[in-house]
């Protein structure tokens, strides 16, 4: 699906001992009919989820939730896919900056609805005439990760390292005319 890019913002963490901000973005499908939220970054380097989470998922999680009651982060855990316990906190972050929720005064980490969102809907699809084109990097999915890891990694392997695996290998590996390739020794962890 191609995307259209709405805005680009950050918003404060909102865990008592967490620091830096959140990176993210709010687009559109091509028809601008469709709001999502994506998570670009995480300043502190936390896990978090890549997706891009229509926002229709977002209002479901709050369906049955009345205005002035306190809400948890966790009531957006089905709005995601990934299992990251940072996505629910951070998008409550996010509707925090965008003002549709408010921190509950008497609990740091709770959350009251507040009015306004079809407003704020409408509003940012009315400024999609103005988006720009958008191709958000998606995360790679498990089965790319495992096969990734199955093949060694040579780029990081010295000329000497690299004669001796040469050596080591069947006949067909490298032909004699062709030059090793000049990598250097992998980092240790």
Not at 16 to 22: A, D, F, K, N, W
Not at 33 to 41: A, D
Not at 75 to 96: V, Y
Not at 133 to 159: C, F, M, N, R, V
Request: hydrophobic share 35%; aromatic share 6%.
């Amino acid at each position: 699906m191609k995307y259209l890019s709405l805005k680009s913002a950050k918003a404060s963490k909102i865990g008592q001992r967490s620091q830096g901000v959140i990176h993210y973005r709010i687009l559109t499908d091509q028809n601008r009919q469709q709001l999502y939220i994506f998570i670009t970054g995480n300043d502190d380097d936390g896990y978090y989820s890549k997706e891009i989470i229509p926002f229709e998922k977002i209002e479901r999680c709050l369906q049955d939730i009345k205005p002035n009651v306190p809400l948890s982060s966790k009531l957006f855990k089905p709005a995601f896919i990934g299992q990251s316990n940072n996505n629910s906190a951070f998008l409550a972050a996010i509707l925090r900056e965008e003002k549709l929720l408010a921190p509950v005064t008497d609990a740091v980490r709770k959350h009251s609805i507040q009015p306004g969102w079809d407003q704020w809907k409408t509003g940012l699809l009315k400024e999609a005439a103005q988006a720009k084109p958008y191709e958000p990097e998606q995360g790679k999915s498990k089965l790319a990760i495992k096969k990734a890891s199955e093949t060694p990694d040579i780029s990081e392997i010295d000329d000497e390292e690299m004669a001796l695996l040469q050596r080591s290998a069947p006949d067909s590996a490298v032909s004699e005319d062709e030059e090793p390739v000049k990598s250097k020794r992998p980092k240790k962890s």
